[in-house]
């Protein structure tokens, strides 16, 4: 199956230049409405022999992909063994500090533009939540903290208990946008944000703020069909089936689950 393709990060890396829009692509924008767009992603992972790979791959500009590569906006710090590491300069294979299971080895790095204002895709996938120092106690974050249209914080709530049996589980950032201390940010430029996958669901600070790294969820070979899923799982190269992306042992909620127990 073929699909139209989103302008290149060349096309808008000048401000000078007209805005790129879909009939940049192609003027049947009927066609365009009912055939699912692409994007190029970057991917630099490890084969399960350890071999590194880096490559560019066009997939869908689905939610299903975008959610893979759109968490954390560049100069997010990370912390490694050898300390802070802006989230750009990570490497497959080094070893990441999360909150429960200490240092994990970095399996992936996926990373894509967001491009402000793009006709034909939700505006909320061309807005980043920037997070004020200090929002959540002192460092955190320390500094602001910028994430992607699809970050997941982690919620540490009663309702999390008597929902799902666990003290705390993730919900999307922009869940906790509040236009004070977080708030939804448009950029004026194309945005490169990243995502970092390891073998099972990690808990990683952002900047100091609990954030989730990337797994799919435990029914995502189910969510997809089968051509779409064998896509999907050739962007990672650790992975063959779905139990190589490990295990899941906090759940997510919606925004809408998020704003009901906050009520409550």
């Not at 190269?237 to 919606?254: C, E, K, Q, W, Y």
């Amino acid at each position: 199956m073929s699909y139209p393709r989103l302008p290149d990060a060349s096309l808008a890396s000048d401000t000078r230049a007209s805005k790129p829009t879909l009939s940049t692509v192609s003027p049947d924008r009927q066609s365009l409405r009912a055939t699912p767009l692409t994007r190029k992603y970057e991917i630099a992972g490890l084969t399960p022999s350890g071999h590194r790979i880096d490559t560019t791959v066009t997939a869908p500009a689905t939610p299903d992909f975008e959610t893979a590569f759109a968490s954390y906006a560049r100069g997010t710090l990370i912390p490694t063994e050898y300390g802070p590491t802006a989230v750009e300069d990570l490497e497959p294979g080094m070893e990441i500090e999360t909150v429960d299971n200490g240092l994990q080895k970095l399996l992936w790095i996926g990373s894509m533009q967001v491009f402000p204002d793009m006709p034909g895709l939700n505006n909320d996938d061309s807005r980043l939540i920037r997070i004020s120092a200090d929002t959540f106690g002192i460092g955190r974050p320390m500094p602001d903290l910028m994430l992607g249209p699809r970050a997941r914080m982690l919620f540490k709530h009663q309702g999390c208990t008597t929902m799902f049996g666990t003290p705390s589980a993730f919900a999307p950032a922009r869940a906790f946008v509040d236009g004070v201390n977080l708030i939804d940010i448009r950029p004026v430029t194309p945005v490169r944000t990243y995502h970092l996958a390891f073998y099972g669901q990690q808990t990683l600070r952002a900047n100091g703020v609990e954030t989730e790294s990337f797994h799919p969820g435990e029914s995502a070979d189910q969510m997809m069909d089968r051509a779409s899923w064998d896509v999907f799982t050739g962007l990672f190269p650790h992975v063959r089936n779905m139990a190589d992306f490990g295990p899941m042992p906090l759940p997510r909620i919606t925004a809408f689950e998020f704003e009901g127990m906050r009520a409550a």
